[in-house]
């Protein structure tokens, strides 16, 4: 029996993005719920709740925490109410829903008279009607669209789980009753990805199985367009599977509603396989095949053994099937009165008994393997080859497969350097029926970074001076190692000048110093700065400088409040209007121009701001001042009586 599943099925975004939300948003210390149920799957709103995700029907269940909005979505009238009760909201509806509710509310606000094409009693088609104002009309049939009356302007909008098919008939039917038509085809891509995959899968096996909600209106229409092709069953889990379904079945088909939980998927994909090998074990347990028992080695030569398993006859075992790699001679491996344990391959044919102790080592191997697993041990894998996906490696004997995405934390393009190598792993998947053996590096890796990441945590603290390397850097910023966790220093925190881009100033593989600004060990998010740990330049410069003094600098720009004058590169001061002239101007350019050479006197240095405030008319003032002290000096020096300047002539006179 095949069992096979369809291309699309399970979880779609908007269902993915929803659960994400109500998962983020759930809290030890604030009531969380979901407005209704978040998805229609009573099992996944179930696991919610054990997860601290509980669920109301009405927002007067709630007096105060987080209200979660399903993925159907609400009218706008209940987020007024949830604010109004001060209730904290998370819109968790579904991008696509979000989309036909906006286009119905935008069709009614321009005047168009509006069709839902939906199940009236959906939650989702509820939604949109109440975006539309309760002005819109829901109709499901070509029949209702028939009867739609003819208007001037019509908008239609679809649930976007509705049949495309089905859309397309009725919108034929609508296509006649108006001149001006608007058409908002809000069906999800995934919904037509799912019903194209189920029609297709379910055309080609004898049985299909489709896993969901049955109050789930997408995962019933899958159901009814599967019964068209083949027998179909819809169930919710896997307990409702029955025995007798597969009988004289070759070939089962698997699909599931877009809101059907992973988990669930593959209990029940894992629970038709196993009747597929009790099946087939059934069949065979007339016949002692398959089995492992004891025997004695009765006799030994080069290319086999005889052995006593208390049948009518000894059973020679070839060399190739006593051990692997094949023996040069069956000596080598065993001896006569030996007792040794062989799985029965066969008990009749052409060959009749056909027994191998390579078959029963492996599967001695494979218990101490399943040991392993119990005890959830790790053990060590040789890794042999390279195949499709992943790498081939032995552990004890039995070959197990490394899927490329559990080798390393990161993608690896080249997997052949792994060949030769022996890898601490974890088994992680074990089906000894079907001979297979996963097994994860990365968990292990995983494991050691999230310890190495809370002892980071633990040491962390804000202001914190470390060192670390760059790893990568993005149009926003550099991620920098600081011991085995990424921080973020945003392009703002990478220098104290102006930054265009991380590289013009980091290269990767750069070792810096860096200070930790802030931390989250919830989000495991970090916050670095390089320029924090060291001084602002501007500050530098302002040390060179002292108020009281004059200067001389270059006009650079001239603003409507003063002007703007260079005092050395990338460090400016103003001029305020005031500061310009003695007189009353409106404009700086009425005094000075850019390229202006000019002395100017320092009024004020504000490190707190960085502000520096000039006055040109205070210089002015100031050289004035010492240009008359200077003056009257002179005129001191030069100060004589009239006495003095005529006493030779009044000697005369005498």
Known sequence: ????????????????????????????????CTLGP?????????????????????????????????????GPQVYQEAEHSGLQVVDATCPHVKKAQLSAHALAEEGYAVVIVGEKQHPEVKSIFEWSGHM??????????????????????????????????????????????????????ATDQRQAAAMDLAGSVDLMLVIGGKNSANTTRLAQLCSEKCLTHHIETAEELQDCWFNEV?????????????????????????????????????????????????????????????????????RAELAYPVPESATDVVSTGDEIQVYVVSMGGEKGVVLSKVKADKFAAWNDITAIVDRKETVQAEVTQVVKGGLVAMVLGVRGFIPASQLELHFIKDLSVYVGQTLEVLPIELDIKKQRLVLSRRTLLEAARDKKQAELFESLSVNQILRGTVKRLVDYGAFIDIGGMDGLAHISDLSWERVKHPSDVLTVGDEVEVLVKNFDPTTKRISLSLKDTLRDPWLEKADHYKEGTCVKGTIVKLADFGAFMELEPKFDGLIHLGELSEKRISKAEEVVHVGDEVTVKILQIDKKAKRVALSLLKAEEDAEKAEYNQYMAGQEEKTATLGDALGDVFQKLQ
């Open 136 to 189: 819109a009309t829901v109709i499901e049939s070509t029949e209702e669209a028939s009867a739609i009356q003819p208007c001037g302007k019509l908008g239609i909008v679809v649930q976007t789980t509705f049949s495309g098919e089905k859309f397309k008939e009725i919108v034929a039917a609508l296509i006649d009753k108006s001149s001006d038509i608007k058409i908002a085809r809000t069906i999800c891509t």
């Open 250 to 318: 070759e070939k089962v088909g698997i699909t599931a509603g877009a809101s059907t939980p992973d988990w669930i998927i593959k209990e029940v994909y894992k629970k038709v396989q196993d009747m597929e090998s009790l099946l087939q074990e059934e069949s065979m347990r007339e016949i002692k095949e398959h089995e492992i028992i004891k025997g004695t080695i009765v006799l030994v030569t080069r290319d086999e053994a005889f052995i006593d398993i208390g049948y009518k006859a000894e059973v020679a075992i070839p």
């Open 38 to 74: 978040i998805i229609h799957n009573p099992q996944m709103v179930e696991k919610l709740e054990s997860e601290g995700v509980g669920m109301v029907q009405n927002l007067t269940e709630m007096t105060a925490g987080t209200i979660i909005i399903r993925s159907h979505g609400v």
């Open 1 to 32: 029996m095949k069992v096979i599943l369809a291309q699309h099925l399970g979880f779609c975004y908007g269902v993915k993005r929803a659960i994400k939300l109500a998962r983020d948003s759930a809290s030890p210390t604030v009531r969380t």
